[in-house]
Nanobody, 124 residues
Framework: VQLQASGGGLVQAGGFLRLSCAASGRTFLSYNMGWFRQAPGKEREFVATRRLSGGTTYYADSVKGRFTISRDNAKNTVYLQMNNLKPEDTAVYYC??????????????????WGQGTLVTVSS
């Protein structure tokens, strides 16, 4: 599986963006998918994940209620809808795929395949 993230850009605080992550390869359906982000000078952090089994979603506390992860298996694509964006959401966003277990699904080590990242800039 290879991942291609897109949809980043510059938006004002309170605005919205939808990130897309297109996956190539027939094994997409066997991976849990997640989104992470890395702000300048900071470590990469977990944003959201959607479990393959049951479709359960988990979010970082900082984005809960504002971001939504979804998956379209017919299009081999995962989305991250980001509403009510804040300046602190500014970061490079990465999508990732992994055959992980729940306990590692919110950590980088739970994912083995990463997209190239897409920059989101939120102005105040």
């Amino acid at each position: 599986v290879q991942l291609q993230a897109s949809g980043g850009g510059l938006v004002q605080a309170g605005g919205f963006l939808r990130l897309s992550c297109a996956a190539s390869g027939r094994t997409f359906l066997s991976y849990n998918m997640g989104w992470f982000r890395q702000a300048p000078g900071k470590e990469r952090e977990f944003v959201a994940t959607r479990r393959l089994s049951g479709g359960t979603t988990y979010y970082a506390d900082s984005v809960k209620g504002r971001f939504t992860i979804s998956r379209d298996n017919a299009k081999n694509t995962v989305y991250l809808q980001m509403n009510n964006l804040k300046p602190e959401d500014t970061a490079v966003y990465y999508c990732a795929a992994g055959r992980n277990i729940l306990s590692t699904s919110t950590t980088s080590r739970g994912y083995t395949i990463w997209g190239q990242g897409t920059l989101v800039t939120v102005s105040s």
